[in-house]
């Protein structure tokens, strides 16, 4: 029987309490201690019976764990992974894995220095939806891709702003909190994205950020793509609300977020019904296309990423998301928050 590994979480916000019941649950490793100023933070490490330490360098004076999760606010991240490489512990930093690209650079370039192991918190690319997605497309029973869209459109309430008032500033909006989720996806369907163009609204909120944006985007393989995404539409054309992946969503059967359309056939995510023509059949609007829906099972992404981060932990597995990986991320989203402000189209390639 292999001993569970000692896991610490800095950050005990939503996030981080997510991965720590996760951490309770697992047979792979166990909660070490929690890293938090927050008084709050005490009351919970009581509860859970471990302990609690203000910041790092007083985790580091009294242990050294197996790995750590941050999940602390994005302008501690670097700062945070930087001090967990210089002490020679693999760590998982929740996206997006910097506050700027300067950091994030510093981030990754101490990272490939050290050959230590870093994985971003891009959950997604843990699904078995997404897995499977990606082993259609490279089958290439879709043919050429050609283009794709996708939609992030749902109703944030009134109270998510309220419990946290900087949701509602530059930084808050759903394009640096939601997109770069979309965007990790969209690179895994469809390759590397060399240009982004894009408009956004605050029309409804009245917010000083966004709360709705309509995005193209120029992926380097010669495909387009548009993107729709919005936090005040009465929609559930959301990955949350149709992957049926987090109960806390409600679902909604039978509907996708994204479709993927190549010169073969087409498939529609997350539900992955493909659609082809056959064989034996003319390519052609007129033509009607067969329908098979790819079998895949429904799992909790955040559950298999710490599998895997333990795994990571061990030697066992290399990163499935770098450090550089979530750097790609950010500065695709950043890009498509400065051709918004500019009006113009900012290439990434």
């Known amino acids: ?75 501690l991240h670097v700062e945070q992974g930087l001090a967990f490489i210089a002490a020679g512990i693999p760590c998982l930093i929740e996206k997006p894995v910097a506050h700027d690209l300067v ?123 548009t993107f729709l995404l919005s936090d005040t539409a009465a929609s559930s054309l959301s990955w949350e609300q149709t992957s049926r992946e987090d109960p806390v969503f409600a679902h909604d059967p039978g509907k996708d977020c994204c479709v993927i359309s190549g010169t073969k056939g087409s498939l529609s995510i997350p539900s992955l019904r493909l659609r082809t023509f056959a064989i034996s059949t003319e390519r052609s609007w007129r033509t009607a296309l067969d329908e098979h829906i790819a079998a895949s099972e429904r799992a909790d992404p955040l559950e298999r990423q710490l599998a895997h981060f333990c795994a990571v932990v061990r030697g066992r597995a290399k990163p499935l998301v770098t450090a550089r990986d979530g750097l790609r991320n950010l500065r695709i989203v950043e890009a498509i928050v400065e051709a918004a402000r500019s009006g113009r189209t900012v290439r990434v390639l």
């Open 103 to 225: 950091s994030g650079e510093r981030l990754c370039a101490a990272a490939e220095r050290s050959g230590h192991a870093i994985l971003v918190g891009h959950h997604r690319l843990h699904s078995p939806i997404v897995a499977e997605a990606r082993k259609v497309i490279a089958s290439g029973a879709l043919g050429t891709i050609v283009a794709v869209m996708g939609s992030a459109l749902f109703y944030k309430p009134d109270t998510y702003f309220a419990e946290a008032p900087w949701r509602r500033e530059p930084g808050g909006g759903p394009i640096l909190t939601n997109m770069i989720h979309e965007i990790a996806n969209l690179r895994a369907f469809c390759g590397e994205i060399a240009a982004v163009q894009a408009f956004t609204s605050n029309e409804i909120r009245k917010h000083p950020v966004e709360d709705t944006a309509s995005i193209s985007l120029l992926f380097a393989s010669g495909a387009l793509g």
């Open 1 to 75: 029987m292999t001993t569970p590994l000692k896991i610490v979480v800095i950050g005990a916000g939503a996030i981080g309490r997510a991965h720590i019941d996760l951490i309770r649950r697992s047979t792979e490793c166990t909660l070490a201690a929690i890293v938090d100023p927050a008084p709050k933070a005490d009351d919970l490490a009581q509860n859970l019976g471990v302990p609690r330490y203000c910041d790092l360098d007083a985790l580091f004076a009294d242990q050294m764990p197996d790995g750590a999760i941050i999940a602390s606010p994005n302008r």
